[in-house]
């Protein structure tokens, strides 16, 4: 990843990732790991509205979505 992200965005995007893995009751670290880089991936991007990163998180994989 090449964006630099401060304390605060950082904080952010893990209280969407924890919200998203409570969500779908997600306990598997593999799985909390991609939920994590899409989180990421969006965030490099220049999304900040929470309930998108946490609705685009939760359906970014087949796998992950059904989980």
């Known amino acids: 990843m090449s964006a630099s992200f401060n304390s605060e965005e950082l904080k952010f995007f893990e ?14 670290e593999a799985i909390k790991s991609l939920i994590a880089m899409r989180i990421m991936q969006l965030a490099e991007g220049g999304e900040r509205d929470p309930d998108l990163l946490l609705s685009r998180a939760k359906l970014s994989s087949p796998s992950i979505a059904a989980a």
């Open 15 to 28: 209280e969407i990732l924890e919200r998203a893995c409570a969500e779908m009751n997600v306990q598997d």
